[in-house]
């Protein structure tokens, strides 16, 4: 299967376990990604997700024209 870039993690907090990502296309919970990092990628599973402190099971990007 073919990667799709889905956003890019602008914070993390790893007392947490956190990430903090700017979408570019849908996520849901259940859906595993890639992260990419310096030394190396690994997957991950989402658990679950919050928009604006509301938990949620999908997420969408936001089109700014």
């Given at each position: 299967?073919?990667?799709t870039k889905?956003?890019?993690?602008?914070h993390?907090?790893?007392k947490?376990?956190?990430?903090?990502?700017?979408l570019s296309s849908a996520l849901a919970v259940g859906d595993v990604v890639k992260i990419t990092v310096h030394d190396g990628e690994f997957e991950?599973?989402?658990?679950s997700m919050q928009v604006e402190h509301e938990q949620v099971e999908k997420a969408k990007?936001?089109?700014i024209v």
């Open positions: 299967m073919a990667d889905v956003g890019k993690v602008t993390y907090y790893d947490l376990g956190v990430a903090v990502v700017e991950q599973k989402i658990d990007f936001l089109a």
